[in-house]
């Protein structure tokens, strides 16, 4: 497993725009965000293949989030934009060794942090 560390969540304002970040201690083949709302399973919001940048969304977020990665850094950024409400949730990334939106495909994970979007 890779650790992973999340960082860049809090409050914001429908419309506005957030920057989260996911730092692993080494490159992985796929790193994923998912998001959990109280209540609701965890569901995929956007992934990237570390070799060639090849990326994957959500019909919900497509658009409006652009993942992307920094190999110098084993970072890979999740740009949120015209945030909603319903993007409320506490976001995780997730690193696995396919290319894929579902949880179970996802080997570590990282603790969370809250994206809160209210007025």
């Known amino acids: 497993q890779v650790p992973l560390v999340e960082s860049g969540g809090g409050s914001a304002q429908p419309g506005d725009s957030l920057r989260l970040s996911c730092t692993a201690s080494a490159p992985t083949f796929f790193v994923g965000w998912f998001h959990q709302a109280p209540g609701k399973e965890r569901e995929f919001v956007a992934g990237?293949?570390?070799?060639?940048?090849?990326?994957l969304y959500a019909d919900s977020v497509k658009g409006r989030f652009t993942i992307s990665r920094d190999y110098t850094k084993n970072t890979v950024f999740l740009q949120m934009r015209s945030l909603k409400p319903e993007d409320t949730a506490v976001y995780y990334c997730a690193a696995g060794k396919r290319y894929s939106g579902m949880p179970s495909d996802f080997e570590s994970w990282g603790q969370g942090t809250q994206v809160t979007v209210s007025s």
């Open positions: 990237i293949r570390w070799s060639d940048g090849y990326t």
